[in-house]
């Protein structure tokens, strides 16, 4: 996506347009995430998690030509973000229910954090090698970086054996399984309080990305170079916070490291929007991602543990959904940076994301309490809220 924003941001100097590119990669989840959570239960996991990085293939390789041709104008990097999105809402709950089949509940904490880790290693590693290919060799030959990650992700994936599940696929209609797993949500303290921050978090905090590219080029004066160590720099904590997770150990308060992460992430984007200096905003940026790597590792793993086998893969499309307001904060916060400026956005964003975020996990205490309990109490009251719809409906 650095590719994008660095198109954009030197086609059109827009902060508005330039968030649009967050919008049209993070849409899909909003529009699709439930959807991608039904296939997760309905079809092979290994399979579905192929299938959008054949399209992203595709999709690059296109876009490769048109930037080669010098066709490209600055719009056609919405559509590319756009297919992304797509296969982002179909992969990531069958990307997470796959890690407890292969791992089992005991060690599901673990591997969410080693998932983790990944993730945020291209976070880091990605806008860092596309700041320097841009600044050396242009993005056009830059780019073609990204068709070759694309053709070797889905040759790992072809070599992958499909895991067995210990439960039935569900063979009912679709929009039944959407309602089912909105209802077992609901009826889900824990999930509950998980998918609201989520909301929060994708609606108040991570639209700051979007104006990293902005900032690094008006306030900070770097070029490309510098602008993608800024990008990669959250991702850099991140992986640091999540390989403390992972070697950590066995943990009771999942809930309570989820908050406060969350809570330390949106400090730090507060003090990124006020700085002017960029070793400074690194450092800060790097402190940021050491904060959501609390969130991020422990989001999907709550749902994991929390939810029956059955309805894992729609909670977490459910997940995904709540993922999918983050292209309405990309919106917001481009409104309002181009009126104001990005810092301000970015100030006021995090300001209401504090007190909100802070109000969720005080009310909501059962996302504080000892994550042991979750299995049985929190499964039983959303199964019998789910019987009870299954039930009035049938009726």
């Not at 080669?68 to 104008?73: A, T």
Request: with cysteine; proline share 3%; glycine share 14%.
């Amino acid at each position: 996506m650095t590719f994008m924003f660095w198109i954009v941001l030197d086609m059109t100097d827009s902060p508005f347009l330039v968030a649009l590119v967050g919008f049209f990669g993070m849409i899909p989840l909003l529009l699709f995430g439930t959807i991608g959570g039904v296939l997760a239960d309905r079809v092979d996991r290994r399979k579905l998690l192929i299938v959008p990085q054949v399209v992203n293939l595709v999709t690059a390789l296109i876009m490769l030509t048109m930037l080669i041709s010098g066709r490209v104008e600055f719009w056609h990097t919405y559509i590319v973000v756009l297919m992304s999105g797509l296969g982002w809402a179909v992969d990531m709950p069958s990307r997470r229910s796959i890690v407890h089949d292969i791992i089992g509940r005991g060690g599901v904490t673990n591997g969410m954090a080693l998932d983790s880790v990944g993730m945020h290693g291209s976070r880091m590693m990605g806008p860092a090698l596309a700041g320097v290919l841009i600044g050396v060799v242009g993005v056009d030959f830059g780019y073609s970086v990204i068709v070759a990650l694309y053709i070797l992700s889905i040759g790992f994936m072809l070599i992958l054996e499909s895991p067995r599940r210990s439960t039935p696929v569900s063979s009912t209609g679709i929009f039944r399984n959407l309602a089912a797993g909105f209802v077992y949500v609901s009826g889900n303290r824990v999930i509950l309080a998980t998918v609201i921050v989520t909301v929060l978090m994708n609606l108040l905090l991570f639209p700051y990305m979007q104006m990293v590219p902005v900032i690094a080029k008006e306030t900070l004066k770097v070029g490309p170079e510098l602008m993608g160590v800024l990008l990669g720099a959250d991702g850099f904590g991140a992986i640091i916070g999540s390989i403390s997770i992972a070697t950590a150990g066995n943990t009771q308060h999942h809930g309570r490291i989820y908050l406060c992460g969350s809570l330390i992430g949106l400090v730090m984007v507060m003090l990124f929007a006020a700085s002017q200096w960029f070793g400074v905003s690194l450092a800060i940026l790097v402190l940021l991602g050491l904060g959501t790597a609390g969130f991020g590792t422990m989001q999907s793993t709550i749902v994991v543990i929390a939810a029956s086998e059955d309805m894992r893969g729609r909670a977490l499309g459910v997940i995904s959904l709540a993922i999918g307001a983050g292209p309405l904060g990309a919106l917001m916060i481009g409104g309002l940076a181009e009126i104001s400026s990005p810092s301000t956005a970015i100030l006021v964003f995090a300001s209401i994301g504090l007190i909100t975020v802070g109000a969720t996990g005080f009310v909501m205490r059962e996302l504080r309490g000892d994550s042991g309990l979750w299995t049985e109490e929190a499964r039983s009251q959303a199964s019998g809220n789910l019987r009870g719809q299954e039930q009035a409906t049938t009726g």
